[in-house]
């Protein structure tokens, strides 16, 4: 090449600087670029094989967590300062609180069953989580907050029944979740969208029965959480969570201030003390 080079500069200056700039070109256009030759390749049953995985590397967790809420999906406040606290496979607790640390609610999950109380509305209720009927309005963001919570917890896998479809979206991939619905037959019900770079999930869609999307979640600032002394004990959890409700009702977007994964939990942080 350096000889053909050489050759150039014999010819007229002008010529010379043409020839160069094209044999430059053409070889920058030869050349992948370089983000897309670092997205990684897998198949759909890698990615389940892989959900699968970081769910089981979360045995239990405890965070802290701010919500901004907008458009009303929450009835109870537009700002809260919260807690959570889990356990597999699926004990859980959320606390809320105002500004000034003043309670707002308290949601338990576990068992197949649930119990929300509310101290500023004198209320307790309590039911399934499959039939949350029971709560009336408050039945659609404790079930938004649910699914967000998936995110972190890495508890949206994928499912004995379910199937999943892959589908290459540029420097994305989709996966696309069917499982049964209430007569039996197989329908789409969630999108999973993985960055390619790290196979993270960034975004959500969780459909109705009809098709429609009912929620969007989008997951961002993915951190490193976990002990670093332990082989493998870094987990990259994001915390950042965006939520749109499809029914138009609003909004929530929660940021975490801390996860602590695997960590011993007290006797009082899974249940009402």
Avoid at 102 to 126: C, I, K, N, Y
Wanted: net charge positive.
């Amino acid at each position: 090449m350096w000889c053909w080079l050489r050759q150039l500069t014999r010819l007229t200056p002008h010529v010379s600087r043409v020839a160069v700039l094209c044999f430059l070109l053409a070889g920058c256009a030869a050349t992948p670029p370089r983000e897309a030759a670092h997205l990684k390749q897998a198949t759909a049953e890698e990615l389940a094989i892989l959900l699968r995985q970081r769910e089981a590397a979360i045995q239990t967790m405890k965070g802290l967590f701010s919500a901004k809420v907008r458009g009303g999906i929450i009835p109870i406040a537009t700002r809260v300062e919260g807690a959570v606290y889990y356990r597999r496979p699926d004990a859980m607790r959320l606390r809320g609180f105002t500004a000034v640390g003043s309670e707002l609610f308290e949601f338990l999950q576990a068992d197949g069953q649930f119990t929300l109380r509310l101290p500023t509305m004198g209320r307790v209720l309590s039911g399934s989580p499959a039939d949350m009927s029971e709560m009336g309005k408050l039945a659609r963001p404790f079930q938004l907050s649910v699914w967000a919570m998936g995110g972190v917890l890495g508890t949206g896998t994928i499912a004995a029944n379910e199937t999943a479809k892959l589908i290459e979206e540029g420097d994305r991939y989709r996966l696309d979740v069917s499982g049964p619905s209430s007569n039996g037959a197989m329908i789409l019900h969630r999108r999973l969208w993985f960055e390619r770079q790290g196979l993270l999930v960034v975004k959500e869609d969780r459909l109705t029965e009809a098709g429609d999307v009912d929620a969007t979640i989008h997951y961002e600032d993915f951190r490193a959480v976990g002990d670093p002394a332990v082989a493998d004990g870094r987990l990259l959890r994001p915390f950042k969570i965006s939520l749109e409700d499809g029914r138009g009702q609003g909004s929530v977007q929660v940021t975490f201030h801390e996860l602590i994964p695997n960590a011993t939990l007290k006797p009082g942080e899974l249940a009402r003390g």
